[in-house]
């Protein structure tokens, strides 16, 4: 399954200039996820920045287990006007499947309207998601809606790999069938280099001194987990680009990373 991108890049291309638009690997990691032990750590691991479309996965857990979202293909759901609509493919019914392969904001929503505010906040505290910081936009009580877009909630790269370890090891709080939807709705099939790859991209902006959003300098995400021969690891790398660039971060993030873990049977070691 091809994965969508959400880009929370605002209107316009960044003014020209004569540098060179570049591409930076703020951190790369990956864990065994049975025993946390480091496998590979490249990069400032532990700064935390703005989930972005990542936190599908938890929205994903928490919708399957209160039984908001009922399997794969259902609720499906019409667009509306006023819904978040930055892209076409987000302007059409969509249903789980649609929602994790076209990233569509006003879905995940959707499912966080559901829940409410208290199941909410119960879940983010329970995952032990980053900084569990559900507030939104100081002063706009948007939380429930917008917290992990460039707002309150904010995750490190070391601490997605703690709640994806939970997430493979079955210690999250929620049912074992929430966790086998998730789970089929972010699968990439099986590498060359023989892994079964889970995961999920992810595009956002930093936020200036002042709160105003840094427009033109995304971060990219792609975080997951993987298994082979009984072995299962977990992962994530974080991009930030010096200019929008033509392709979406988190696209870059996770073709790079693919290229450089699972393109080959040896690619990634057995230990650090």
């Known amino acids: 399954m091809k994965h969508a991108i959400v880009l929370l890049l605002g209107a316009g291309l960044v003014a020209s200039s004569p540098a060179r638009a570049?591409?930076?690997?703020?951190?790369?990691?990956?864990?065994?996820?049975?025993?946390?032990?480091?496998?590979?750590?490249?990069?400032?691991?532990?700064?935390?920045?703005?989930?972005?479309?990542?936190?599908?996965?938890?929205i994903s857990l928490m919708g399957f287990d209160a039984?908001?979202?009922?399997?794969?293909?259902?609720?499906?759901?019409?667009f509306r006007d006023g819904y978040v609509d930055w892209?076409?493919?987000?302007?059409?019914t969509t249903d789980p499947a649609r929602w994790m392969e076209k990233s569509v904001v006003w879905y995940s929503q959707k499912v966080t309207e559901a829940l409410g505010d208290e199941r909410f906040r119960g879940y983010v505290r329970a995952f032990g998601y980053g900084n569990?910081?559900?507030s939104g936009d100081p002063g706009k009580d948007n939380g429930l809606t917008r917290a992990w877009l460039s707002s309150s909630l904010q995750i490190s790269p070391l601490e997605q790999l703690a709640f994806l370890?939970?997430?493979?090891?079955?210690?999250?709080?929620?049912?074992d069938r929430a966790i086998a939807m998730t789970e089929a709705l972010t699968d990439y099939g099986v590498q060359p280099g023989g892994w079964h790859v889970h995961g999920k991209t992810g595009a956002g902006l930093p936020r200036k001194p002042d709160a105003t959003l840094l427009r033109g300098q995304p971060y990219g995400w792609f975080v997951g987990w993987?298994?082979?021969?009984?072995?299962?690891?977990?992962?994530a790398r974080l991009i930030q680009d010096s200019e929008r660039q033509p392709v979406a971060p988190g696209?870059?993030?996770?073709?790079?990373?693919?290229g450089d873990l699972f393109a080959a049977p040896d690619a990634l070691p057995a230990t650090r």
């Open 22 to 58: 570049e591409t930076v690997t703020l951190c790369t990691v990956v864990a065994d996820a049975a025993t946390g032990d480091v496998i590979e750590q490249q990069g400032t691991c532990d700064r935390r920045v703005t989930p972005a479309s990542t936190f599908k996965i938890a």
């Open 67 to 78: 039984g908001i979202l009922k399997d794969v293909h259902t609720p499906a759901l019409p």
């Open 132 to 134: 569990a910081d559900v």
């Open 165 to 175: 370890r939970k997430l493979v090891t079955r210690k999250l709080p929620v049912s």
């Open 226 to 235: 993987a298994r082979k021969d009984g072995r299962a690891v977990v992962f």
């Open 87 to 92: 892209i076409p493919a987000w302007r059409a």
């Open 251 to 258: 696209f870059r993030a996770r073709d790079s990373l693919f």
